[in-house]
T-cell receptor
Framework: AQKITQTQPGMFVQEKEAVTLDCTYDTSDPSYGLFWYKQPSSGEMIFLIY??????QNATEGRYSLNFQKARKSANLVISASQLGDSAMYFCAMREGFSGYSTLTFGKGTMLLVSP | EAGVTQFPSHSVIEKGQTVTLRCDPISGHDNLYWYRRVMGKEIKFLLHFVKESKQDESGMPNNRFLAERTGGTYSTLKVQPAELEDSGVYFCASSQKLSGSDTQYFGPGTRLTVL
């Protein structure tokens, strides 16, 4: 079974609008962390935001916020005020357990295109 | 501070040849990971080093893949002999500490094409 599901292969948004990228996860471990990475056309993977399973508040980093709904097992990324430079592939990932020895499991990614 | 670097950025080889990929982690990061993304599929874990020791190599596809991290600094991933299905992008990542919130920082990847 898929541990990380990103149902949107592609998303389009106009500049300055907000966009939500969906991510659902599946785990029976009560301790886990959720990560979002951005991969622009240049290829590098850029860390955006992290949410721990015990965090009480939704994570925010600048224009990025994570809409964490634990009961629904969803961790959607919200990008506010989209910019042309936000056009990229976005990956949701999960680490199960807090030992640090467990590795990241990735979703298939969502390609975001921001138009002027 | 320099990020994770990988060399080469691209490699095109013929089936049966050998290729060696290199990763230089962020200075001071004990943890080094290798991942691979085959076209159209998810990024998959290959293995994890803690310093020079292999902590987890459960993702290595077969014994044609050999990873080393001598001295606990840079790492190499050798594919010998390469097969067509080895084509993909190989990512290296590093992290500083072992905890749930520990962030893995990725390199730009090496795109391997096996003809």
């Amino acid at each position: 079974a898929q541990k990380i599901t990103q149902t949107q292969p592609g998303m389009f948004v106009q500049e300055k609008e907000a966009v939500t990228l969906d991510c659902t996860y599946d785990t029976s471990d009560p301790s886990y962390g959720l990560f979002w990475y951005k991969q622009p056309s240049s290829g590098e993977m850029i860390f955006l935001i992290y949410q721990g399973s015990y965090d009480q508040q939704n994570a925010t980093e600048g224009r990025y916020s994570l809409n964490f709904q634990k009961a629904r097992k969803s961790a959607n990324l919200v990008i506010s005020a989209s910019q042309l430079g936000d056009s990229a592939m976005y990956f949701c990932a999960m680490r199960e357990g807090f030992s640090g020895y467990s590795t990241l499991t990735f979703g298939k990614g969502t390609m975001l295109l921001v138009s002027p | 501070e320099a990020g994770v670097t990988q060399f080469p950025s691209h490699s095109v080889i013929e089936k049966g040849q050998t290729v060696t990929l290199r990763c230089d982690p962020i200075s001071g990061h004990d943890n080094l990971y290798w991942y691979r993304r085959v076209m159209g599929k998810e990024i998959k874990f290959l293995l994890h080093f803690v310093k020079e020791s292999k902590q987890d190599e459960s993702g290595m596809p077969n014994n044609r893949f050999l990873a080393e991290r001598t001295g606990g600094t840079y790492s190499t991933l050798k594919v010998q002999p390469a097969e067509l299905e080895d084509s993909g992008v190989y990512f290296c990542a590093s992290s500083q500490k072992l905890s749930g919130s520990d962030t893995q920082y990725f390199g730009p990847g090496t795109r391997l094409t096996v003809l």
